[in-house]
DNA sequence: CTGTTAGCGCCTTCAA
DNA sequence: TTGAAGGCGCTAACAG
């Protein structure tokens, strides 16, 4: 609103009476400068208003302060949390974070890369979508900024990452059923070619087995990971004439869908039927009964990548340039107990 | 991860052995380039992979491309609805977001606007936090670039706006829960001090008074927006000896806690109490039975808040250069029926 | 139609 | 301790 352009630093310079240098150095706290000269160029800025220009100072610098954040499904209320804890860590040290959401489709994720680029953006975390795993990482690995990839790893690719132990996470399911005594246990799993899906399947498979119990592969469902497909796959399980006691979602759409058939069907939770979830979902502690879960470290990942990502911008211009490998870290989930699951002899 | 500093335009200038004005005439399509050069420079600038460095261009043209999106709270579904909405047309229109999250937090946000005027962007789109209403606004009106406030106005400030018609938003609830025979309505309608809960409620009151229907004060429940004060609320409302027939909830967190008020007494909706809330809260299709719901048409607000904002941006560098006063769009919000509200007859 | 050139605002030598 | 000057990559005005 307020009128014309800006200040530039050499009006600044010469509200003060000083040399534009002499500006750049106060302003900056780089160099040596006069208590006396000091005074009069802070005040000088600020009667200005004057506020430095990022673009100028990028061009001359090589560095732009900003991260681009490129997120698979911004309406993933996990992803979500991950990109609030991103924005606030990032801002406090100092960056600006540029936002694209790809939708879970490769062509606006590989746009958003080359606009990312083209804004020089000093790093990137990215949580790839789904379809790029299949050969289309190409622009990712091609990246010429340090990036992070989150949540999703893909394999082959040399990028640090940081992601959900989902092996563990499909244990610590596993336990918390077995220790409730049941033995009947379904797992509604998404896609199969998914690896978090396979992960969190393996790590409930094993967790099972290390008590001796195998899963009846017809209580696995495999399809995808919309919410129609949880529904669909709900209802063949609860159409069984032995009916799993119990039911482990992997992914929070499809537990959504199952939660839908549940009502439909009218059976009751923990009583009829124990579930168990993924994720700390939003309303987690509203449906009745609250929804057991095992989430995901969101905060702790968020952290992770940022610290990861900021070390290897600060390492070198570019990503591997420090010699340094890449990292790979796992971060581990934690059981959330409400009233979804009950021990297996409460039920008749 | 790619070696080296990235291509310039001098060296697609040198590989396709033109000059550099050549080179940016043909990438821009501004001015004339004769086929075989444009031909020769293409394919140079693509074997070279060259990305336009915006900075550089920035500093040369005055324009950014990046518009700054100032959200009060990021954890709040309707905001991240808008949020979505407006990168995915941004991001259309050629524009990159950058994302600021002030949480309900003035100094969060004073600083992220200083940031976006460093960052020079073209123009921002602001949520303001709540407690910048009294007299905080000084950093908005002073703000040199272009900036539509949307959800929440800021009065007297000259800054286009965004809203949900609340006046209408609150009239709608009213025809639907009279409609069905309520009398004894009841309101949990946050902090009085918030414009947007004294509209909703006016346009409540208002609906009923057009039906010769007068709300009874006691059942106006007034303290903040929290989700707890929601839980409260609901406590002493349910705890009357003549129970309000319906509740009005006007924002999501206060649904939150009369839902959560409701399960502990074992009350039954529809029957025992009719429900109605605001916005398409994404677990409102979860909740047995479904919320009913007043929504604000968060893609139209995007829209038009994004149309408004480049408008404002080609009109001119400040925003009210051109001449045109500022404008203030009010939405239209509506009604979703779902299972929560009934007719009173059907309570006893 | 194509090339040359002057800055945009800033930081950083280098010289005083 | 302070000032002068060059140049980051690009676009637009001007010259050929």
New binding site residues.
Partial sequence: MSAG?LP???EVAQLAG?????V??T??R?????E??RERVTVAAQKLGYA??AS??S???GATRILGLLVADLANPYFLKLVENIERLSSAAGYSVILCNSAEDPEREERHLGMLLSQRADGAIVIPTRRSWNGRMAALSGLPVPGVLVDRRIEGLDLDSVTTDNLMLGRLAAEHLDGLGHRRVAVIMGSPEHQIARHRLDGFRAGFAARGVTLEERLIQKDNFSEEAGHAAALRLLSFSERPTAIFATNNHLALGLLRAIGEQGISVPEDLSVIAVDELPWAGLVRPGMTVVTQPSEAIAEMAVSTLLERISGGRSSLKNGRDTVSVQLQPALVVRGSTAAIRSRR
Avoid: E, F
């Fill in positions: 352009p530039t630093i050499r000083v040399s534009v240098a002499t750049s150095k302003l900056n780089t160099g040596k400068v006069s006396g000269l430095p220009h100028a100072r061009l001359r610098s």
